[in-house]
């Protein structure tokens, strides 16, 4: 039996201490990869960024110097707050008017979408799947499509405010979308909570209540910011069905300070920046909670 050579016993061979040269080749592919990513992102953010430049210091100009096209992306050279001043003048009482009409749409789409997602999810019943589709076929109903059948609608059901009408057209306007995000996040529910709330006793919407409603926060949370979004943004409901001046909404106000006689460019870019601040603070408070919440729903267990 032969010997082993000491410097067999003295040098243990360690194959894990040794790096393989296609790892750093992957590192230096990754890192070459990540920063093309941060260029592009930068692109795109300039590109963004440079309309809000504009308009901010354009908002922050007297009329006369807001017309030196060549002065554009100059800051002010005499800073100024009329502008501001006359905007909310115009926009005060319809930004109020859209939060009447906003928040309550808000809560009776999402509260009526919650609802027949659940049912529609783990409350089956026969004809569910048809139910599901024919509420999704209102959603690409355009609203364009709908102008004249709804306003002989709401001119038989004799609503005199505007704001009523408003609440009522984007309430129901919102349950396709709102019936979809729940009913895809219900799905992902354990049938075991349903199963074991049912052995309990308890029925459906006592599972609602107690079961599921608790646990449907980030749904909550996405459909907010949709519905909040889409009706804050609604322009052609608001100026067909909203035709008092007292009740005029901000995206009407908008157009108007706009399309006056005497348009005033700082003022109507006041304006804009005035009308978007609302969405802007939801989108900041919430938004973190925008794509896990729709993500949630989108992988069953």
Request: charged share 10%; glycine share 6%; no cysteine.
């Amino acid at each position: 039996m032969s010997a082993v050579p000491a410097t067999d016993l003295l040098d243990p061979i360690d194959h894990g201490s040794s790096t393989p040269a296609p790892v750093k080749t992957g590192k230096k592919r990754f890192g070459l990869g990540r920063t093309g990513q941060y260029v592009l992102l930068f692109l795109f953010l300039i590109v963004i960024l440079v309309p809000v430049y504009v308009l901010l210091v354009t908002s922050f100009k007297t009329d006369g110097e807001s017309l030196q096209l060549t002065r554009a992306w100059n800051l002010p050279q005499h800073w100024s707050l009329d502008g501001w001043k006359h905007a909310w003048d115009m926009l005060s009482r319809p930004l109020l008017n859209t939060f009447l009409v906003v928040i309550p749409a808000v809560i009776i789409s999402s509260v009526l979408g919650s609802l027949n997602g659940f049912v529609l999810s783990r409350w089956r019943f026969r004809g569910a799947n048809l139910v599901f589709t024919l509420i999704l076929f209102g959603m690409f109903i355009p609203y364009q499509a709908v102008i004249v059948p709804l306003t002989q609608l709401l001119n038989s059901l004799d609503l005199k405010s505007g704001i009523i009408k408003l609440i009522l057209l984007h309430s129901v306007y919102g349950i396709p979308i709102t019936t979809l995000i729940f009913r895809n996040y219900y799905e992902s529910v354990p049938h075991e909570l349903i199963e074991a709330s049912r052995i309990d006793g308890a029925g459906m919407m006592r599972t609602y209540w107690s079961v599921v409603l608790p646990i449907s926060i980030p749904s909550f949370v996405v459909v907010l910011i949709w519905q909040f979004t889409s009706a804050w943004n609604d322009f052609l409901f608001a100026l067909f069905y909203n035709t008092s001046k007292d009740s005029t909404v901000v995206t009407v106000a908008l157009n108007n300070l706009a399309s006056s006689q005497n348009p005033s460019y700082p003022s109507n870019m006041a304006g804009a920046v005035i009308a978007s601040i609302p969405t802007l603070v939801v989108y900041i408070l919430l938004g973190k909670y925008f794509v896990g919440g729709l993500m949630s729903g989108s992988v069953k267990g």
